[in-house]
């Protein structure tokens, strides 16, 4: 991590809420595999999960001892300017150019790092497994939380001083660190004012989301999202509609809130 890199990761941490002691590396119980396509080419029960926070790839990752790598699918080792190393990784007749790299100069606090390598979340040939289920994403911080509850609260959306939602049935998500958010039901919403776009974001907590714009409208693109299909831990949100706090006008028992204050304002 270079250093404006990092000063890039230290104020999104910040304004995420994370204390300034990250970075951080810890071990972790889990079981940690990766695979490109159907072959498996990392497999380790001591991996060390190394927390950031920051623009992708600055998420939190799983590094894992070289010797739990398979056998020659790191290739084209490239040694970058902080000293970190690039591979290249080949299998089952794929190849994936950067999927994985080493930390730069692990000294101090990230000494354990020495002799690990992490591979990428961003590429759809390669898969990460915990225990026996894929994550996406990054890894899953054991220090957020995700809670889901239901409510009675009577939770209106509007946009532009139109109304577009109007539920006293929400489910409510809070999640460490960031807004609090209001999972509606379609029927309460007003799906014809919104379009599907093409936008598809994962989440470690959640699953795989897709995105809804405000119709004939490119100042309100991607306001609003779903979970059409959840991971097991979060089931209740399936087919429920959130919006963004940061970008909509959210009235909760009569009173409006603030706008929420978060990096996906």
Known sequence: MHLDEFAVATKMGRALGITPDFPAVEPTPRWVRVKVGDQVVADSRRALLYRQYGPKPMLPTYYVPVPDVAEGVLTDPRRRDDGSVLYAVEAGGRRVEGAAWTYHSPTGDFAALDGMVTFTWWDDQ?????????????????????????????????????????????????????????????????????????????????????????????????????????????????????????????????????RAASPFG
């Open 126 to 258: 390669v898969t990460w497994l915990e225990e026996d289920e894929e994550v996406f994403a990054h890894a899953r911080d054991p220090h957020k939380r995700v809670d889901v509850v239901a409510s009675t609260r009577h939770v209106q959306v509007r946009v532009d001083g139109g109304l577009l939602s109007d539920s006293r049935r929400p489910l409510v998500l809070f999640e460490t660190h960031l807004p609090t958010r209001y999972y509606l039901p379609a029927d309460d919403v007003q799906m014809d004012r919104l379009e599907e776009s093409e936008t598809r974001t994962p989440c470690p907590y959640k699953g795989w989301a897709r995105y809804w714009s405000v119709r004939h409208s490119k100042a309100h693109r991607d306001i609003a999202w779903s979970y059409p299909n959840p991971v097991p831990e979060n089931p209740r949100i399936a087919g429920l509609v959130c919006f963004y706090n940061e970008r909509v006008q959210v009235v909760v028992d009569g009173q409006p809130e603030e």
